[in-house]
């Protein structure tokens, strides 16, 4: 069946450390892959995205790497800080499902704890 | 405006009362979605409209009743929910379907009593 999921529930970091997210994804017909961030009461926010055609995308400090051989994504965040802690959400956007408006597969979810 | 907002923050109904939530997004946006969220866990679609028009339901009980009276606002009526469907509701929006990019709310934390 179709599954985007994360390995570790939960990571803890040391403030400037850099993290790293994954997420494995079983459906190979995704043209989109998307990490949001989460914070606690807010809701989900678009961090970066990467299409099936890329391996790595980079932005402001966070880059995004995708293995289609294995299957894996993966977030980097780079120097870490207390303002970064959250969930953070892999998600993909299948092209079989835009006949069904766009539909997101989400992840289970990493919740990040940086340590000051 | 780049924001989804919605209101109520924060809403308490018993299981006889209607209640509705609103979303409301001027990023000029044609698809609106509307989740349901449980602590720890990731959002799970519940309805999808594009141009105003419902696109998916995913089997959501009649208990939730979406509305979107333009492209700006989306409704979620609400009508003798059970205790289980206390959760934070999500209104997101992308400039079309298959966005990839959906810019989500704050979402109302409900609680059915």
């Known amino acids: 069946g179709e599954s985007v999921g994360l390995h570790l529930p939960t990571l803890s970091v040391q403030e400037g450390d850099n993290s790293i997210i994954n997420c494995a994804y079983s459906?190979?017909?995704?043209?989109?892959f998307i990490w949001y961030k989460q914070e606690s009461g807010k809701g989900p926010q678009f961090i970066i995205d990467i299409r099936s055609n890329m391996d790595k995308r980079q932005g402001q400090r966070v880059t995004v790497l995708l293995n289609k051989t294995v299957k894996h994504l993966s977030l980097q965040i780079a120097a870490t800080q207390p303002g970064d802690s959250a969930v953070y959400f892999c998600a993909e956007n299948p092209s079989y499902l835009y006949n069904q408006g766009g539909k997101l597969i989400f992840g289970q979810g990493t919740e990040l704890s940086v340590k000051p | 405006d780049t924001e989804v907002t919605q209101t109520p923050k924060h809403l308490v109904m018993g299981m006889t009362n209607k209640k509705s939530l609103k979303c409301e997004q001027h990023?000029?946006?044609?698809?609106m979605y509307w989740y349901k969220q449980k602590a720890k866990k990731p959002p799970e679609l519940m309805f999808v409209y594009s141009y105003e028009k419902l696109s998916i339901n995913e089997s959501v009980p009649s208990r939730f009743s979406p509305e979107c009276p333009n492209s700006s606002l989306l409704n979620l009526h609400l009508h003798a929910l059970q205790p289980e469907d206390s959760a934070l509701y999500l209104c997101?929006?992308?400039?079309?379907?298959?966005?990839?990019?959906?810019?989500f709310g704050p979402g109302t934390r409900l609680t059915v009593l």
């Open positions: 990023m000029g946006h044609r698809a």
């Open positions: 459906n190979s017909a995704s043209d989109y």
């Open positions: 997101a929006s992308s400039r079309r379907l298959a966005g990839p990019e959906q810019f």
